[in-house]
């Protein structure tokens, strides 16, 4: 009787902590990537700086490029096209983040993707 009490007890508890969590905000945008992984999200000129959670799983189309001698991903060179823009619907969570010379920025840290593909005329009003 007590295992059975102790395993309702825990399951009660994982309900009212997934229930007390906050609901993910869903972002629609241009998903760029051409010095890391950027979101610019639709009707703004924002441009977020992305970061992935550990669960979202990475697809080629997301690859990106970073530039510096510690990248693992070889630099472009100028023959290169650069990586098209996507187009993304994306949940997750914002941040601001201040930078040295005083401007603040936004972080995107993505928890799901949603929607990934090429960017069409139309995608972003």
Do not use: Y
């Not at 395993?7 to 969590?21: P, Q, T």
């Not at 530039?67 to 187009?87: I, W």
């Amino acid at each position: 009787m007590a295992l059975g009490s102790r395993f309702l007890s825990v399951l009660l508890l994982l309900f009212l902590l997934e229930c007390g969590r906050k609901p993910l905000a869903e972002f629609h945008g241009k998903w760029t990537a051409p010095h890391g992984l950027q979101f610019e999200p639709c009707g703004t000129a924002e441009r977020w700086s992305v970061t992935l959670e550990s669960t979202v799983p990475v697809e080629t189309s997301m690859v990106f490029v970073q530039k510096g001698a510690e990248s693992l991903v070889p630099a472009v060179t100028d023959t290169q096209q650069p990586p098209p823009v996507m187009f993304a619907v994306v949940r997750g969570e914002t941040s601001s983040v201040r930078r040295s010379s005083g401007n603040s920025s936004r972080q995107l840290a993505v928890h799901d993707i949603v929607e990934l593909r090429t960017f069409k005329t139309g995608d972003c009003p």
